[in-house]
Antibody, heavy 117, light 108 residues
Framework: EVQLVESGGGLVQRGGSLRLSCAVSGFNVRNDYMSWVRQAPGKGLEWVAVIYSGGGAYYADSVKGRFTISRHNPENTLFLQMNSLRVEDTAVYYC???????????WGQGTLVTVSS | SYVLTQPPSVSVAPGQTARIPCGGDDIGSKSVHWYQQRPGQAPVVVVYDDSDRPSGIPERFSGSNSGNTATLTIGRVEAGDEADYYCQLWDSASDHFVFGTGTKVTVL
């Protein structure tokens, strides 16, 4: 059974850092494209970052230079290191697997990040 | 950056057909995917690659894509179809995922 379980969310002050984790079971993160997608309270979906099976990574303009996506293959875990957090980064963050590299076929349940001023 | 535009809301009576447009520049040349998101839940893909349906998604859900508009069509709408719907594509020019602005479907 495929499962994606996020953790690491919480309350942090503006300018602070947080690292999100996504523990994966049922497939190998090293073989698939993996992504983070976020949703601010009452707002729509916003793509954050993607990491390819080959290791390349791309970021939304809103987080580029502040966030880093990575994975730890032995533990089959995806990460999102978030630095210099802003109030507008407040959102539920979803871990996601990309099917054929183009759409999400598996989602985690999400973890809430709240950045206070 | 590439922009996908959806109407904020669509209302439809039970048993009728709901059509949700997603506008983008020459979107017909790209593969578009659609997600359903019920309150408090993660999204679920209902149509991928313009018009394909994942297993378990009813045939009532269909998609089309041409010119500058992609469309998700929900036939014989049921109360359980009430949710937010998002279109999405991969913009190869920027290596960015793009989500539409989202449409709330209300079943009257």
């Amino acid at each position: 059974e495929v499962q994606l379980v996020e953790s690491g969310g919480g309350l942090v002050q503006r300018g602070g850092s947080l690292r999100l984790s996504c523990a994966v079971s049922g497939f190998n993160v090293r073989n698939d494209y993996m992504s983070w997608v976020r949703q601010a309270p009452g707002k729509g979906l916003e793509w954050v970052a993607v990491i390819y099976s080959g290791g390349g990574a791309y970021y939304a303009d809103s987080v580029k230079g502040r966030f880093t996506i990575s994975r730890h293959n032995p533990e089959n875990t995806l990460f999102l290191q978030m630095n210099s957090l802003r109030v507008e980064d407040t959102a539920v963050y979803y871990c996601a697997r990309l099917k054929t590299g183009e759409f999400v076929d598996q989602w985690g349940q999400g973890t809430l990040v709240t950045v206070s001023s | 950056s590439y922009v996908l535009t959806q109407p904020p809301s669509v209302s439809v009576a039970p048993g009728q057909t709901a059509r949700i447009p997603c506008g983008g520049d020459d979107i017909g040349s790209k593969s578009v995917h659609w997600y359903q998101q019920r309150p408090g839940q993660a999204p679920v893909v209902v149509v991928y690659d313009d018009s394909d349906r994942p297993s378990g998604i009813p045939e009532r859900f269909s998609g089309s894509n041409s010119g500058n508009t992609a469309t998700l069509t929900i036939g014989r709408v049921e109360a359980g179809d009430e949710a937010d719907y998002y279109c999405q594509l991969w913009d190869s020019a920027s290596d960015h995922f793009v989500f539409g602005t989202g449409t709330k479907v209300t079943v009257l």
